[in-house]
């Protein structure tokens, strides 16, 4: 072979290599060992040039925590290498976290302050449904772990939402649980938008469920999640090293009843895109912004365009990644949950593209790949 030959064949390949993969969302994603991908409800933490992708490990047979959570990586979003189980489930019963517990949603963020891997999720007690209710906190020195559990429990106890009014107060003081019994009237629903689960779990802290965490521009993190019986939503501030709360928090569409938030800022603007509660059923998406993350929060159309966009596709919003290096590139992450084999789950990545005026939306794409964001 000539010289001029060889360079060009060597120019190929190395061009051939470059190629982004297709992302193929409802398929099957094997692994580096053929295996699919087992992180469901999950995020990607992006650290020194790797993505690390979280999830929740399901089995074949149950939802709940016989293993705990998994992590990936990957240098390019579409090749995974399982890095094993980053946080793992106790064999002691006393533990939180024995196994047959129910952890979800795992999310995991870098703390630059302290140098450490923050990992919250949603924990509920082997063998007490979804009664707990609880957050959860563990941390590692390294993105893939071992992390080591902090701790768990409800959220902000003793503490009032911050953007609610002393006359606000005043009418939440005047509701008593009792008048309350029966669920879903009117009356009952202007209730819980005055707080009276807030009143109801003061003492004991805030219900926490599906949650995501956020890292603003200035480094402060925010842990959202689903609270007051996944009425409503809360925008809780954590402490500078991320493990605890600092007693802040405001409530978005309260009585909504919005699950599985993920949230991304473009140019100032906080953009959450949530579900509807209806267990792991698919439902219509949910939309909302604002300016500042303590709101006022506007709610938005369905951002899902194309077919099954009134089902969000047959998935439910899990994360929002912003992709580094690219301008405007945003993926929403999404599960399509599989309960008769919940280790079957299937992912949708999509990009999150704009309209003129700047909204964001979600269109269906049987198949993309990330040069989609360099405008081929
Ligand atoms: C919907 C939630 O989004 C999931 O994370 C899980 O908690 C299921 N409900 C359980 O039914």
Redesign the pocket.
């Known amino acids: 072979m000539s010289w001029a030959a060889a360079c060009l064949l060597f120019v190929m390949s190395a061009c051939q290599q470059e190629e982004a993969k297709p992302i193929y969302s409802g398929a099957l994603w094997p692994d580096n060992t053929g295996v699919h991908v087992n992180a469901h409800?999950g995020g990607v933490l992006y650290h020194e040039g790797t993505y690390y992708w979280f999830g929740e490990n399901k089995c074949d047979t149950t939802?709940n925590a016989m293993v705990g959570v998994m992590c990936y990586s990957s240098d390019n979003l579409t090749d995974w290498t399982n890095e094993g189980v980053a946080l793992s489930v106790s064999d002691d019963e006393s533990s939180d976290i024995v196994r047959g517990c129910i952890m979800?949603?795992p999310k995991v963020v870098y703390n630059e302050k302290t140098g450490k891997f923050v990992m919250w999720f949603?924990l509920e007690l082997k063998g007490k449904g979804?009664a707990a209710a609880r957050a959860a906190v563990a941390v590692s020195d390294s993105p893939a772990g071992p992390y080591r559990l902090v701790g768990s429990g409800r959220v902000n106890p003793g503490k009032l939402p911050a953007d609610m009014t002393a006359e606000a107060r005043q009418a939440m003081d005047s509701l008593n649980l009792a008048d309350f019994e029966k669920w879903w009237t009117p009356e009952w629903y202007e209730a819980i938008r005055k707080g009276l689960f807030i009143k109801r779990d003061l003492e004991g802290g805030q219900m926490s469920?599906?949650m995501t965490v956020f890292v603003d521009d200035d480094g402060k993190a925010y842990h959202i999640y689903s609270s007051e019986d996944n009425l409503t939503l809360h925008i809780a501030e954590l402490s500078d090293d991320y493990l605890t709360h600092t007693g802040k928090y405001v409530r978005l569409a309260p009585a909504g009843h919005n699950?599985?938030p993920a949230i991304f800022k473009k140019d100032g603007t906080y953009w959450m895109i949530t579900?509807g509660?209806t267990?792991?059923d698919p439902n219509e998406a949910r939309m909302f912004s604002a300016s500042s993350i303590w709101g006022p929060w506007t709610q938005h159309p369905n951002p899902c365009v194309g077919p099954k966009s009134e089902i969000t596709f047959g998935g439910?919003s899990t994360y929002i990644l912003k992709v580094p290096g690219k301008d405007n590139a945003f993926i929403f992450m999404a599960d399509v949950?599989r309960p008769e084999k919940p280790s079957d789950a299937r992912y949708i990545w999509l990009p999150i593209q704009f309209k003129e005026d700047g909204t964001p939306y979600v269109e269906w794409m049987d198949q993309w790949t990330l040069d989609f964001f360099n405008g081929k």
């Open positions: 409800g939802s979800e949603r949603h979804y469920r599906d699950e599985a579900s509660c267990g792991w439910q949950w």
